[in-house]
């Protein structure tokens, strides 16, 4: 699925509108980032929406992210007095936890609910979060349904459904969806590495160049270990140019081919086949 939208201001107005729209007739929110760019993948905008609304953070993804992150990323949640989990919306690790949160944070709305008398009344949640990030299939993980497929074009009206979970949650099915933000490089970069925008700011080439740097950096010995070549020494095209003989991309006169090891590494890096790797820490926040 690519990101075929430009966040024109107009669309990101509408956007907000409609999410403001969906948000008040919820008690609370999911708002849905990825593991291993929490920061990157989170847009700020969100405050400014949610403002007091019980709201739980979910580190989608965090069966591709490194486990230590994930904690670590945890614990900074934890410090900052936000409600946070772990989540695997693929496989739906992490439901029972996701579920007992949400009654955890809505424990004083339903409470005023008992006091006045209204029985029964379900606990709707919504899920809000940037393009690709996991929304539809969080929904379908919820639901135990296949198929609801929102598209990541703005301002879609449609009508809302309210989709019962277990207990007595309510989940609304058309998700909110949050443009990401583009101001710094590197999150653009980020986003483009996790396949949030497929490829749209840089070419694959310097994209997977990029990606190359970054691993040298942050976890050579994965990368090492998974193209079985050396690195010592060598530049960030020389290493792509390793990985690229290693994997039989070569074309005529012994060339490497540049294109097939950029989607090799790019490919890879985003199934998580070249391990479990989180690009940003908390302690850099
Ligand atoms: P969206 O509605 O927020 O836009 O995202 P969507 O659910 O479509 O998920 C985007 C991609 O991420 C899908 O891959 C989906 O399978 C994958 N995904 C979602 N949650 C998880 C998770 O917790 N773990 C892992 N490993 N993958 C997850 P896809 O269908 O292959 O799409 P694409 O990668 O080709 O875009």
Known sequence: MSMNINWYPGHMKKTRESIEKNLSLVDVVFE?????????SQNPIIDGIV????RIIILNKADLADSNSNKMWQEYYIKKGVSSILFDALSGKGVDKLLSLA??????????????????RPIRAMIIGIPNVGKST???TLSGKKGTKTGNRPGIT??????????????????????????????????????????EILDRETLAL????VLIRTSSDLMVKRYDIDIKGKSTIQVMESIGERRG????????DYTKVSNIILDEFRKGIIGKITLEQPENR
Do not use: H, M
Request: hydrophobic share 40%; net charge positive.
């Open 158 to 199: 449609r009508t809302n459904q309210w989709i019962k979970i277990r207990g007595s949650l309510e989940l609304l099915d058309t998700p909110g969806i949050l443009w990401p933000k583009f101001e710094e490089e590197i999150v653009g970069l980020n986003l483009a590495f996790t396949g949030a925008i497929k490829d």
């Open 32 to 40: 849905l980032i990825d593991a291993r760019i929490p920061y990157s």
């Open 210 to 213: 990029k990606l190359i740097e």
């Open 249 to 256: 991309c070569i074309i005529r006169g012994g060339e490497i």
């Open 103 to 120: 009654n955890e944070v809505t424990l004083e709305k339903r409470q005023s609910y008992e006091k006045r008398g209204v029985i029964n």
């Open 138 to 140: 969080l929904i379908n």
């Open 51 to 54: 403002g007091n609304k019980p």
